[in-house]
C-alpha cells in the first residue's frame, strides 16, 4: 500500500510540474480555495468528464493521471474501430490490436531501443480510448484544439506509467515510423486500398515485412492481448 501510495504521489508531482507548479487550481490540489466568483464560474462550465468502468472520473479537458487505469484503456481501445470501421472481416479492426502491432513493428525495427519506449509505443493511441480515432484529414479539418486535447491526454496516460510527458525526438520518429508500416499493411489488407493509391497516400516505408498478415481480433481477445503487452513490456511495475 505504502509503494502504490508513493508512486501516486510522484506522478502527482510530475503532473503539476508539467502544468506550471503546484499552486496551480486542479482537482488535485484541493487547499486552493476558490472565490465566490470563480465558484459560480465553475459551475456553470459544462461537464467535461466521463465516468470510466474503473469507477475513475476523467476530466477529457484536464485530466489528471491519477484517473488513468490501463484496464479502461484496454477495454475502450478494443471498442475503437481504426479506419472508421470501414475494414474487411467478422470484426472490426481495433486500435487496441493495432497497437500490439505497431509495438511488434518498432521492436523489429529498432531491437534496441530501451524496453520504456517499447512501452510508450503500446500507448501511443492511448487518448483515443475516449476521444476515438479520427482518420488524419478530419484531425486536420479541427485544427489546434483537438490536438491540445489529445496532447494533455498522452501526456498524462505516459506520467501515470511511468515515462516522460514528451518522448525524445528520436523516439518519436521511430515510433511514427512503425505506424506507418502498420498503415500500409491495414489500408492494403483490409480497408480495400490497392497498394497503388496506398502509396499515394501513406508510401510503404523500408523495412515494412511483406510476410504479416492481419485478421481483425474480436474485442476481448484485443483487449486481452493489449494488457498481456503491457505487462509483458513492465507497465505494472510503474
Request: hydrophobic content about 40%; overall charge positive.
Amino acid at each position: 500500500m505504502k509503494r502504490q501510495a508513493d508512486e501516486k504521489v510522484t506522478a502527482q508531482q510530475l503532473y503539476l510540474e508539467i502544468r506550471g507548479g503546484a499552486g496551480h487550481d486542479i482537482q488535485m490540489n484541493r487547499s486552493v480555495k476558490s472565490s465566490p466568483k470563480t465558484a459560480t464560474a465553475k459551475r456553470h462550465t459544462p461537464r467535461a468528464w466521463q465516468r470510466m468502468l474503473s469507477g475513475r472520473r476523467l476530466d477529457i479537458i484536464d485530466p489528471s493521471p491519477m484517473d488513468i487505469e490501463i484496464e479502461d484503456i484496454a477495454h475502450g481501445l478494443a471498442r475503437v474501430s481504426r479506419w472508421n470501421g470501414q475494414t474487411k472481416g467478422k470484426f472490426p479492426l481495433s486500435v487496441a490490436q493495432h497497437s500490439v502491432i505497431v509495438e511488434k513493428l518498432l521492436h523489429a525495427n529498432a531491437p534496441h531501443l530501451d524496453q520504456k519506449w517499447q512501452l510508450a509505443t503500446l500507448l501511443h493511441d492511448a487518448p483515443e480510448y475516449v476521444i476515438g480515432d479520427m482518420i488524419t484529414p478530419f484531425k486536420a479539418v479541427l485544427g489546434d484544439h483537438y490536438r491540445q486535447i489529445e496532447s494533455k491526454l498522452d501526456a498524462v496516460v505516459r506520467i501515470r506509467f511511468g515515462l516522460p510527458a514528451t518522448l525524445p525526438d528520436y523516439v518519436t520518429k521511430a515510433i511514427k515510423r512503425a505506424d506507418r508500416m502498420a498503415a500500409w499493411l491495414e489500408a492494403t489488407q483490409l480497408a480495400g486500398f490497392s497498394e497503388e493509391d496506398a502509396n499515394k497516400l501513406f508510401p510503404k516505408p523500408r523495412g515494412t515485412p511483406a510476410t504479416m498478415r492481419i485478421r481483425p481480433r474480436p474485442p476481448a481477445e484485443a483487449a486481452s492481448q493489449f494488457l498481456r503487452r503491457f505487462d509483458i513490456l513492465g507497465g505494472y511495475r510503474k
